[in-house]
């Protein structure tokens, strides 16, 4: 096994001056992690025992406060959009198009974005992708029209009243 990397000083001093500060959430356990290797010279074995982590991930955590100091230790966010394909605004000038479209008083399909957005990526993406990115933008669902679009008014009239439309079946009496 190699031996570990060496802390300098000026990292003891950081690591000293850090200790007087308020910590969150695992901030402490990074510093216990280091701190009981200056301190108490203890193993990585000894201190990934004590600390409930895996011998690597203290080996990491030393290594890590090292070479970059105290910022090693402090709280990292989580989460982001790694594989994101535009930004946010990229995205609300992409859906700006279609938003003047909708003030119009046209009606708006989910396959025209999916389509127009393959276009600008320059490749396919799945439909829940442009759900998200609808909905990521403050845009509600989609409703269905409350009748079809090519109906005939005076069917419906009939059809209401009970009347059954030209040449279908009489309705079987039930015993």
């Keep these: ?3 570990p990397i060496p802390i300098s000083q000026t990292r003891k001093d950081e690591l000293a001056d ?3 500060t308020k910590w969150s959430g695992f901030e402490f356990q990074r510093f216990l992690c280091v701190w009981l290797r200056v301190e108490r010279a203890q193993t990585p074995e000894q201190i990934a025992n004590a600390l409930g982590w895996h011998v690597n991930t203290v080996r990491a955590t030393q290594q890590d406060f090292a070479r970059q100091g105290v910022e090693a230790l402090r709280e990292r966010p989580r989460g982001g959009r790694f594989h994101a394909a535009m ?3 990229q995205e609300a000038a992409f859906l700006n198009d279609f938003a003047t479209r909708a003030g119009e008083g046209s009606i708006l399909v989910v396959r025209e974005i999916q389509l127009a957005f393959e276009e600008r990526l320059g490749r396919k993406v799945a439909e829940s992708t ?3 990115l609808l909905a990521r ?3 509600r669902k989609v409703v269905p029209r409350p009748f079809h679009p090519k109906r005939k008014a005076e069917s419906a009239e009939d059809f ?3 009347a059954t ?3 279908s079946r009489p309705q079987r009496k039930r015993p």
Aim: hydrophobic fraction near 25%.
């Design 165 to 167: 439309p030209s040449g």
């Design 160 to 162: 209401k009243k009970g």
């Design 1 to 3: 096994m190699r031996p």
């Design 137 to 139: 933008h403050g845009w």
């Design 18 to 20: 850090f200790r007087k």
């Design 87 to 89: 930004s946010v605004e």
């Design 130 to 132: 442009v759900y998200r």
